[in-house]
């Protein structure tokens, strides 16, 4: 059984720092991509960063320069590290893995950044 598991949320002050991590876990091989979304009280869910074995990146144009996103080669673990936090920041983190027809999520971790 697929399980993703997120940690590392928290509130914080505005310019602050905060690193999530997310590990899969339940499967004998390494998924091709875990990603990082977030999603916001009343705003739609957004993509944040893609971890690929290939090499991660940043997709959200708001975080880029700020969040950085790192996935060791023979884990199915992926980090994002969050610095200069601002408070539209804040929201569910969550993680997300893809194989064959099946998506898995992870339960989320809260980030609060206060002003």
């Known amino acids: 059984q697929v399980q993703l598991v997120e940690s590392g949320g928290g509130l914080v002050q505005a310019g602050e720092s905060l690193s999530l991590s997310c590990v899969a876990s339940g499967v004998k091989f390494l998924f091709d991509s875990i990603d990082w979304y977030r999603q916001a009280p009343g705003k739609e869910r957004e993509l944040v960063a893609t971890g690929r074995i290939a090499g991660s990146a940043i997709s959200a144009d708001s975080v880029r320069g700020r969040f950085t996103v790192s996935r060791p080669r023979n884990k199915n673990t992926v980090y994002l590290q969050m610095n200069s936090l601002k408070p539209e920041d804040t929201a569910v983190y969550s993680c997300?893995?893809?194989?064959?027809?099946?998506?898995?999520w992870g339960q989320g971790t809260q980030v609060t950044v206060s002003s």
């Open positions: 997300n893995t893809r194989f064959r027809e099946n998506t898995f």
